[in-house]
Nanobody
Framework: VLLQASGGGLVQAGGSLRLSCTASGRIFSINTMSWYRQAPGRQRELVAKITRGDSTNYADSVKGRFTISRDNAPNTVSLQMNSLKPEDTAVYYC?????????????WGQGTLVTVSS
């Protein structure tokens, strides 16, 4: 199983970016797909999560600004980030827990850098 993230970059405060994450390989089913982020000197934190039943939850710091959703492409989720702030600057990691070969596994993507300038 491979988790591929894309869409990071540099944006001015108040701008928008869209991150995408695709899981590929021998996947029976996906339980959740999430985005985490880690800023320099800080612990990795959950940003947003979407479940197999399309329930979502968000970090308080991004509620009302970020939206996680499923794309039409198989096993793909996106994170639409609006009204970005300098404090959103971090490496963003895609995460999933899924079932393959009869067991549940957790996978991490390679990380994509988001830089928000003031």
């Amino acid at each position: 199983v491979l988790l591929q993230a894309s869409g990071g970059g540099l944006v001015q405060a108040g701008g928008s970016l869209r991150l995408s994450c695709t899981a590929s390989g021998r996947i029976f089913s996906i339980n959740t797909m999430s985005w985490y982020r880690q800023a320099p000197g800080r612990q990795r934190e959950l940003v947003a999560k979407i479940t197999r039943g399309d329930s979502t939850n968000y970090a308080d710091s991004v509620k009302g600004r970020f939206t996680i959703s499923r794309d039409n492409a198989p096993n793909t989720v996106s994170l639409q980030m609006n009204s970005l702030k300098p404090e959103d600057t971090a490496v963003y990691y895609c995460n999933t827990d899924l079932i393959t070969s009869g067991r549940t596994y957790i996978y991490w993507g390679q990380g994509t850098l988001v830089t928000v300038s003031s």
